[in-house]
């Protein structure tokens, strides 16, 4: 081990206080998947709409058996996201998430209070005068039974 790697603790920083991730040059990514779109604020429909068919298709490489992984061209996304027709159509997708949000909020609230109004009707049914049934003890003889062997005569 080095000096250097010695300086250094597990998250890459300097400890003298540097970040040391910063003084390395980064691999710029030519593809987005649609995965790294949805982070960006694309939702499925704007990549069908405005991007198309993707640029490339790789296997995917977390199951064999899943769909290979679409690819968009970093290039032509960011031109996309340029253009006046992608921040009409972001500007309506997330006018539509927030109120998907708020319906979704005032369902909870509504089932919430719901739950909240039976409980009170059965604290209410709770609170009534108090009745208690006694069970008679069992009776002596149906504690033990005598079995008989099978070898006795009966």
């Known amino acids: 081990m080095t000096t250097d790697e010695r300086d250094q603790d597990k998250w890459g920083q300097d400890k003298r206080g540097q970040d040391l991730r910063d003084q390395e040059p980064r691999a710029r990514r030519t593809h987005l998947s649609a995965a790294g779109l949805w982070a ?3 939702t499925a429909g704007m990549i069908r709409r ?3 068919e993707p640029d490339l298709r ?13 690819l968009y061209s970093v290039e032509r996304v960011e031109a996309v996201e340029r253009s006046e ?9 997330v006018r539509r998430s927030g109120a998907v949000r708020e319906a979704a909020l005032r369902r909870r609230r509504a089932v919430r209070e719901a739950a909240l109004q039976r409980l009170r009707a059965v604290d209410r049914l709770r609170s009534g005068p108090e009745i208690q049934v006694r069970s008679p003890p069992p009776a002596p003889d ?13």
């Not at 790789?58 to 679409?70: E, M, Q, V």
């Not at 027709?85 to 997708?93: L, S």
């Not at 149906?142 to 009966?154: G, I, L, M, N, T």
């Open 40 to 42: 960006r604020g694309w």
């Open 50 to 52: 405005l991007l198309g």
């Open 58 to 70: 790789r296997a995917n490489p977390y199951f064999r058996t899943a769909p290979p992984t679409r």
């Open 85 to 93: 027709e992608f921040r009409a159509v972001a500007a309506v997708a």
């Open 142 to 154: 149906d504690r033990k039974v005598a079995r008989r062997s099978s070898q006795e005569p009966p």
